[in-house]
């Protein structure tokens, strides 16, 4: 506890800030930028990004409940 509660907490609070906007801008931005480059229509983009994320998902889920201790 070198620092000030509320110093640490005004931290928190600006890397959460900053962070919010910075995935609100990748996530408009990602799937126009991939859908340009590879030539496929935003529904495909859309379908492929569900996958992924659940996949993603199930993946941590089974690494979590595979874990020791």
């Known amino acids: ?5 509320k110093l ?4 928190c609070l ?3 800030i900053v962070m919010t906007i910075l995935s609100a801008v ?3 931005a990602a799937p126009n930028l991939v859908s340009s ?3 496929i229509s935003r529904k495909w ?3 492929i990004t569900t996958v992924l ?8 889920l089974w690494d979590g409940f595979m874990e020791d201790g």
């Open 14 to 16: 600006a890397a959460l």
């Open 8 to 11: 640490v907490l005004l931290g």
């Open 45 to 47: 983009t859309h379908h």
């Open 37 to 39: 480059l590879i030539a």
């Open 1 to 5: 506890m070198r620092h000030p509660r």
């Open 53 to 60: 994320f659940f996949g993603f998902g199930l993946w941590s």
């Open 26 to 28: 990748v996530g408009w």
